[in-house]
């Protein structure tokens, strides 16, 4: 069975070619998706897009919007969504997208440090699953994909 799983949260660690590693290492059918993880081109799209800003809100404004639309998109079609969190930043992002794939009624798994469990106990009742590792997300992605 053919799964498309977006990746979304922190971009600082290498958690998604795990993933991506382990999918490919199990033969597993699953195309991933995620968002652009380039930091500096992800502040700067709305700039180069549709112009320089003067003011830093602005910047922040457009580029958050153009984001959104791959955002969205890309959840939308997604049958399972994938949110890690960080311990290094606070990953506001990442918290609005598992926001929106549990609004829109998809497959959530989250994935983040047991030191994270508190403050994130509202988003973990949303998943259906919380992992600690990269490696669980895809064992998680291998049970789903068995032929029994």
């Known amino acids: 069975m053919k799964l498309t799983v ?8 290498d958690w998604r070619a795990d993933i991506a590693r382990g999918v490919a290492d ?25 112009g ?6 602005w910047k922040d404004h457009k ?4 984001n959104a639309l791959r955002t969205r998109k890309l959840i939308a ?5 994938v949110v890690r969190f960080g311990d290094q930043y606070k990953q506001w992002n990442a918290a609005f997208d598992a926001g929106y794939a549990a609004a ?11 030191a994270l469990t508190h403050p994130l106990k509202e988003v973990d009742a949303a998943a259906m699953a919380v992992c600690e590792t990269p490696l669980q997300v895809v064992e998680i992605l291998r049970y789903i994909n068995r032929d029994n």
Do not use: M
């Open 52 to 57: 320089a800003e003067e003011k830093a809100f």
């Open 104 to 114: 829109l009624g998809k497959s959530l798994i989250v994935q983040h440090d047991p």
């Open 6 to 13: 977006y990746l979304s949260g922190e971009i600082h660690t």
């Open 63 to 66: 580029a958050a919007k153009i």
């Open 26 to 50: 199990a033969g597993l059918d699953v195309e991933l998706t995620g968002p652009n993880t380039n930091h500096g081109a992800s502040d700067d799209c709305g700039d180069q897009i549709l």
């Open 77 to 81: 079609d997604a049958d399972i969504v």
